[in-house]
C-alpha cells in the first residue's frame, strides 16, 4: 500500500494579512520538503455544504460566504482572517480530508496526509477562531460515522494549542473519542483533564511549559495509547500540528524531530493493531517554517513506513 497526500493549489489563495503567523510560506515548505517522497498525490476536491453540514450549521456557512471579502482582508476574530481566496482553500480543505477518508476506508491506500490550510482544530460550531473556519478532523470523524457506517472512530490531536473546536464538534458524539495533548496555560485556555465530553468521550493531556518530549512521550504512553486500545477505534484521525517544536515561536514546548517522529510511529503501531493501520492526517499548526517542513517530512515518513 502507499501514503496519499492530498492537497490543492487553492489552499495556497487564503492569504492573510503580512506578519500573520498563520501564511501561505507554510504550506509552501510543507509541500516542498515532500516533493522527494514516494507519495501518491491526489487533487483535493471542493467539499459541499451538505458535507459541512454534518458538523456546521448552515446559517454558519452563509454568514461566511457574506463576510467574504473582494479585496484584501476582512477580520472575523482576534487572529482570524479572510481573503477573496479563503471561501474556496476552506472548501478545498475539507475536501481533502473526506477523500482521505473515502481513500482509507475504501482500501485505495494505506493512509493519508492532507496538506492543506486554512487548519480547522479551533473552529467551533459556528465559530471561526484560532485561524481556523471549518473543523476539518471532525468533519472526516463525522462522515465515517454516517456516510461509511463506522461504529467508534478516534481522533488525536498532538497540536501544541488546545483543539477546543473538535472538542466542541465531537463533545455530545459517543461514537467519537477526542485525544488531545497541548501546552497549559495557553491560549485558548480550553483543554483541562477534568473536561471529559458528554460521554467520557474527551481526553485532555495538558503539559506544561518548557517541557519536553520525555514528558510527552511518558504522558501518550500511559495515557494515550491505552485509552485507544480500549476503545478500539476503526479509524484513526490525527490532528498533526507542529507548533511544539522548540523553534515554534507562539509556544513554549521543548519538542524536536525526533518525537514528532515517534508520536506518528506509536500512533500508527496502534492503528496496526487495532484498524488495519487506517489512519487519516490533517495538517493543523507549525509556525517555525523550517521546524515546521522537518517536522511534517518526518511525519510523513513514518506514515510510507507504516503503509507498506
Not at 26 to 36: D, G
Not at 190 to 199: F, L, Y
Not at 215 to 224: G, N, S
Amino acid at each position: 500500500m502507499i501514503t496519499a497526500l492530498i492537497t490543492h493549489a487553492d489552499c495556497l489563495t487564503h492569504v492573510t494579512p503580512a506578519g500573520h503567523p498563520e501564511r501561505v510560506a507554510r504550506l509552501e515548505h510543507v509541500l516542498h520538503a515532500l516533493e522527494p517522497l514516494d507519495l501518491l498525490r491526489v487533487t483535493a476536491p471542493m467539499a459541499e455544504d451538505s458535507d459541512l453540514t454534518l458538523i456546521h450549521p448552515q446559517a454558519y456557512l452563509d454568514g461566511l460566504r457574506k463576510a467574504l471579502p473582494d479585496t484584501g482582508n476582512v477580520q472575523l476574530d482576534s487572529d482570524t482572517y479572510m481573503s477573496p481566496g479563503s471561501i474556496n482553500a476552506a472548501y478545498r480543505a475539507a475536501g481533502a480530508v473526506l477523500k482521505a477518508t473515502d481513500m482509507v476506508l475504501g482500501g485505495d491506500v494505506g493512509n493519508a496526509f492532507c496538506a492543506i490550510r486554512p487548519p480547522g482544530h479551533h473552529a467551533e460550531t459556528a465559530t471561526p477562531m484560532g485561524f481556523c473556519l471549518f473543523g476539518n478532523a471532525a468533519l472526516a470523524a463525522k462522515h465515517a460515522l454516517e456516510r461509511h457506517g463506522l461504529a467508534r472512530v478516534a481522533v488525536v490531536d498532538f497540536d501544541v494549542h488546545h483543539g477546543n473546536g473538535t472538542q466542541d464538534l465531537l463533545w455530545n458524539e459517543s461514537r467519537a473519542l477526542t485525544i488531545t495533548s497541548q501546552q497549559m496555560p495557553l491560549w485558548p485556555g480550553t483543554g483541562e483533564a477534568s473536561e471529559r465530553g458528554a460521554h467520557d468521550n474527551v481526553l485532555n493531556i495538558p503539559l506544561p511549559p518548557q517541557s519536553t518530549g520525555a514528558e510527552m512521550r511518558a504522558a501518550y504512553t500511559a495515557q494515550v495509547f491505552p485509552r485507544l486500545r480500549a476503545f478500539q477505534p476503526e479509524l484513526l484521525i490525527i490532528s498533526a500540528g507542529f507548533d511544539a517544536h522548540q523553534d515554534d515561536p507562539l509556544a513554549q514546548l521543548n519538542w524536536t524531530v525526533d518525537d514528532f517522529r515517534w508520536v506518528t510511529r506509536e500512533l500508527c503501531q496502534i492503528a496496526a493493531e487495532i484498524c488495519g493501520g487506517r489512519v487519516v492526517s490533517t495538517l493543523e499548526g507549525g509556525y517555525d517554517l523550517t521546524a515546521l517542513a522537518n517536522s511534517a517530512k518526518a511525519h510523513v515518513e513514518e506514515l510510507l513506513e507504516a503503509a507498506k
